[in-house]
């Protein structure tokens, strides 16, 4: 008997290769109906899914929506009274008590402090020179877009109930200083 090494080989070769081919198939075939019934039946992994976006959106709004709104964690309660609405188009900035100061938040969320004893308008230079900006930076975008609206320069002022009318009176005086004559002051409506 001649032994061909060559012949067996090749013919061994196609063969695995018929049996590694039958078996990847069956292992497709079981993998797949596996598949099919793991789909089928509700499984527990089910509410996880759920659960897992409905933390991801509360952790996006978490880190979105207090930088959406400049009056959300002001540290003032407003006083409450029934009024009109008016736009949102105004300059807005709050005012509240922080013993020994007086803090001035405004909408673009920079804080400004002066002495609670404050009563000239020169200690509220910082935050006199920020009103001047925004309101040339107002008449400047009104002359780009050519529309002025009626109450684009009003200020709307949330002071904290805790404060007294000295408190506020340098400010209404800087105010008229600059040339803002119309202001108002932010209220809460009444609860019931």
Known sequence: MNFNPKKYSTKSSSAEGSIKKRARNRLN??????????????GSWFPFVGLLSFVMVAVYAGYVLPTANPRTGSPIHPIEQ???????NAIWFTLSKSDPYI??????????RWHIETKSVDELKPF?????????????MSVISKRVYKRQLMVVIAADRSLLYKHVRPVIYMLAQIGLTHYAFETSRPSS
């Not at 109906?33 to 089928?40: A, G």
């Not at 029934?82 to 949102?88: C, D, E, L, R, V």
């Not at 006199?128 to 400047?140: A, D, G, P, S």
């Open 103 to 112: 803090l001035a938040t405004t909408d673009d969320r920079k804080t400004f």
């Open 29 to 42: 075939l079981q993998f797949s109906e596996e598949m099919r019934l793991r789909l089928k039946r509700d």
């Open 82 to 88: 029934k009024g009109t609405p008016t736009a949102n």
């Open 128 to 140: 006199k020179e920020h009103l001047e900006e925004q309101v040339r930076m107002i008449t400047f």
